[in-house]
């Protein structure tokens, strides 16, 4: 059987935050939000890791999070960078300065991933519980001959916001049975004194509620959807209605279109845990005590892989 595996996507710039937001430290002895997650896969049993980063982040990434990672599993690096898996006959369009975003990222993995997969963000932490779900069903879940098998975690919209400004979540819509109807990402979301509200165009705002379910990224995901990637990045690249200097071509917009159209039934799981996350700078004091009060409630120790 194959590994199961964990591709944490790490090639992130962190435009609004002001830094490298993937190694700074947010634990009691340097720990950095990837070694949370690196530990929890752990406990949930995955055996192999792919780290997607940018070249110029190798030596650091490698010193900082991958020496400690290949002591506990097999580890693939994945280098994104704006030319990479850009199909035949397509040029980098002028002004464009930052890669295509997760679905390329995701897409870019085919060569070291040969079985079933989870998909996170490197600065996210999801908790155990999250990871743990997402991996137990993915263990066990394979593709039909006429639909894909795919799952992701669920987070309360209310429990994954941020104090500091405006975030980016994907809006789950779900069926009676708990299966993903569609999934659409909300670009701008943001909490106000009346409630939590988006906008797609910065002029009209929209309400959103505390409960509805956000996708924070985290998904399970079968080698069926490489092909689906390469297709629809293609698509991406070739419509005209998009800005190609700007846009992203999102995994969850890709997640949500396989489902829409009865491709794929994907799974929600869903959590009541808290999501943290740091988008901004001032975010990073709420994650570090997030962190301590989990490590008082015993549910990590003070010192992780002692």
Request: proline share 5%; charged share 25%; aromatic share 12%.
């Amino acid at each position: 059987m194959d590994k199961l595996a964990m591709v944490i996507m790490a090639a992130g710039i962190g435009s609004r935050y002001g830094g490298l937001k993937q190694v700074d430290p947010v634990g009691p002895n340097g720990e950095i939000i990837i070694d949370y997650s690196l530990y929890d896969a752990w406990r949930a049993g995955i055996e192999q890791v792919v780290f997607i980063i940018r070249p110029d982040l190798e030596q650091a990434f490698k010193e900082k999070i991958g020496l400690e990672a290949e002591k506990h599993f097999e580890v693939s690096y994945v280098f994104q960078t704006i030319d990479r898996g850009l199909p035949s006959g397509f040029q980098i369009p002028a002004g464009r300065k930052k890669p295509w975003g997760t679905g390329q990222a995701v897409m870019l993995c085919q060569p070291v991933i040969s079985g079933n997969f989870l998909v996170i963000n490197a600065d996210d932490f999801y908790g155990y519980e999250a990871i743990k779900k997402l991996a137990d069903y993915m263990r066990q879940t394979k593709d039909e001959p006429s639909y894909y098998n795919y799952a992701l975690v669920a987070y309360r919209l209310g429990n994954t916001l941020s104090e500091h400004g405006h975030v980016a979540r994907g809006i789950c819509r779900l069926s009676p049975d708990g299966h993903l109807l569609d999934l659409r990402e909300r670009t701008r979301v943001q909490k106000f004194p009346d409630g939590i509200k988006y906008t797609e165009d910065g002029q009209t705002w929209h309400s959103l509620s505390p409960d509805d379910l956000a996708s924070m990224n985290i998904f399970g995901l079968t080698p069926s959807i490489f092909p689906e990637l390469q297709a629809r990045f293609r698509s991406f690249l070739s419509d005209p209605a998009i800005d190609l200097t700007r846009a992203e071509f999102y995994i969850p917009e890709v997640v949500g279109a396989v489902a829409r159209e009865g491709k794929a039934r994907v799974r929600v799981l869903t959590t009541e845990e808290r999501w943290f996350g740091v988008t901004y700078q001032e975010d990073r004091s709420w994650v570090q005590a997030s962190i301590r009060q989990l490590i008082k409630e015993g549910k990590y120790p003070e010192k992780l892989w002692a």
